[in-house]
Every structure is written in structure tokens, then in C-alpha cells.
């Protein structure tokens, strides 16, 4: 069982999974950072400085704290949007894939056959 386990551990897409969870923690605590410490302060200044944190409805003997919500939705908003414009931009610098040559051209009837072929499936001619 023992092995069976340091095989499951070992395998590729777990490691990987691994990595992803820390690099994915690291990175989400940046974010949250930009977004409590730089974004949501300016946020703050836009509504003349309402703490959103604090915005209750008293219904009978109870409050009920809704600011706390709509701050929460509004830092994941902020938070989903940066993220976005993050990966966009990766992706813009990633190189594009070489595309995988498949076929080639009968030099006889110019028809696509297989890079494989040792015959045109057209033309039936003998392809070098």
C-alpha cells in the first residue's frame, strides 16, 4: 500500500496540482493586498468615504449588517477583474504554438496527403 501511495504522490499531475495550490496561494494573497491596501481605498475616496463595513437595517431588535456583504462582493469583483487582466496579459506575451506539419502536397496533383504516404490517395502517384 505503501508504494502504491508513493506512486499516486509521485505522478506528474499531482505535483503539478501541488504547485499550482502554492504558487495559486502566494499570488491570490498579492492580489488581495493590491485590492484591500491600493484599490478598495481609492474605492473608498469615490464614495466620499462611506465604510461600507458598517451600513446596517435594524428590523425590529435585530441589525442586519449588509455593508459587510457588499464589500465582500464588491473586493471579489475588483479582485476577479485584476486576476482577468492578469492572465490576458500573459497570455498576449505567450508565444503561439508551432503548428505540427501533417501533411504535405502531391507534387503531381497538389492534393494534401499524409506526411506518411508513400502514394497520392488522388492521383495515385508515387510520392518520394
Known sequence: MLKEFKEFAMRGNVLDMAIGVVIGGAFGAIITALVEKVIMP????????????HLAVTIGSVDMVYGTVLSAIIKFIIIAFVIFLIVKAMNKMKK???????????????????LEATRCAFCTSELK
Open 42 to 53: 481609492l474605492v473608498g475616496g469615490l464614495t466620499a468615504g462611506v465604510n461600507l463595513d
Open 96 to 114: 503561439p504554438a508551432e503548428e505540427v506539419v501533417t501533411t504535405k502536397t502531391c507534387p503531381f496533383c497538389k492534393s494534401e496527403v499524409p
